[in-house]
RNA sequence: GGAGAGGUGGUCGAGUGGUCGAAGGCGCAGCAUUGGAAAUGCUGUGAGCGUUUAUUCGCUCCGUGGGUUCAAAUCCCAUCCUCUCCUCCA
């Protein structure tokens, strides 16, 4: 949500950055509609001021046996006025708030430009793509030829777009998980179980509704939508909440399967773990002042790579370009894993500063001292990182020539035992 | 799923139609007291919007949404959540 004071007062910034974006909002409807409304609460006020003072005489007016049947008639007339301001006042908050929630949020100035994934900035590597002295196969195929990756029997039991883990398989999409939570909880993340659904509000509160209600799955006969990331359920956890300075940044990570719809996807990587209706992920997700959110972002950045270092798979980093941000984000990275079926660097992660976009959304605000003013968080978050990827990047990234795979020495404690899968 | 009780400020808790944004306790902050601290005393202590900037005045908020009334924390309806008992169940 962007910030109505801002649109007030320096319309022309906010329809410039909007512009960036390729957006074009009805800014100047928008301020009609927000004049409107305050020209309507000043005159409600005033009314409801009056209804207050007279209402404040009437117990000494009975007390004294006055006749107030003239003041009442009176008073009801006004009632009837305040109810018409109130009225209307409400139904223009509504027309607002159907703008307000479907603008974009302001990008931060630093965001190159560009029209697509393909104009996104190279910020740094880590090792080089993986050199094969035979021809590697891709994790689809590996993980038929081993037994471990079931896409059929899945279809068979759900549907497309699903994948069953058989076996060994299964044992190592697990062993990830734990690695990455144990990680991430040594370097002072809260681990965090969330639920896997979550109702309408804590989706508009994150920013995926109202405008992405087709990309979410709905569960039928209820309000709740199963999660798309963990970041929902992690960020509305502290919904409406006024959070203490000195306790900032709160730093959480939670595991969760993350499901979506894919709408407008058909018919793009149908094959392998790379684009499923559920897949597993472990997120970061963190709660800072504004002055130290981009410092912050960059440590979650380093957090989610250190993760992909540890496993030694090759990756890099990539500063998103404006038209490849995202409707949410102020800034965003992409760590992008080598993948050698694609023959190219697909993104495992994106960690975005939101500032205080889903702070506003959501009331999530702060203060340093009880006398202080409170005022917005700024909210980060990033995958760290996605899981299905990351075995889809091990399985081919670490393939021997016979089709087996090595298993990245750092996940060995976790593999009971399992250093080759076979 | 059935029966009942309840949701009030950071917290506990009073308040069943009017002068209630709301007693009191706790917590917190400031001041006094002290060599320092504890204890004690005094004062203050929610959020948002508008206005003013003299820390002014006004409006809204007692789970949420509607209704009744001149007037609602208080009455009515719906809904969500919590607790207790029963039923069912991984």
Known sequence: MIDIKLLRTEPEKVIAALARRKEIVDIEGLLKLDTKKRELIYEAEGKKAEQNAVSK??????????????????????????KKYDDEVREIDVKMNEILYTIPNIPNAEVPDGDTDEDNIEVRRFMEPTKFDFEPLAHWDLGKSLGILDPETAAKVTGARFHIYSGLGARLERAIINFYLDTHTSKGYREIFPPFMVHRDSMVGTGQLPKFEEDAFKVANTDYFLVPTAEVPVTN??????????????????YTACF??????????????????????????????????????????????????????PYRVVKICIGDLGFTAAMKYDIEVWMPSYNRYVEISSCSNFEDFQARRAN????????????????????????????????????????????????????GGNDVIR
């Open 57 to 82: 005489q009437i117990p000494q007016l009975k007390k004294d046996g006055k006749d107030t049947t003239s003041i009442f008639e009176e008073m009801k007339k006004l009632s009837a006025e305040i």
């Open 237 to 254: 956890m502290h919904r409406d909440e006024i959070l203490d300075g000195d306790k900032l940044p709160l730093k959480y990570c939670a």
């Open 260 to 313: 979506r719809a894919e709408a407008g996807s058909a018919g793009r990587d149908t094959r392998g773990l790379i684009r499923q209706h559920q897949f597993n992920k472990v997120e970061l997700v963190k709660f800072s002042k504004p002055e130290n959110s981009y410092a912050e972002l960059d440590a979650l950045i380093a957090d989610a790579e250190a993760v992909l270092q540890a496993l030694k798979l």
């Open 364 to 415: 999530i605000k702060y203060k340093n001292s009880p006398k202080e003013k409170a005022q917005f968080v700024h909210t980060i978050n990033g995958s760290g990182v996605a899981i299905g990827r990351t075995t889809a990047a091990i399985l081919e990234n670490f393939q021997n020539e016979d089709g087996s795979i090595t298993v990245p020495d750092i996940l060995l404690p976790y593999m």
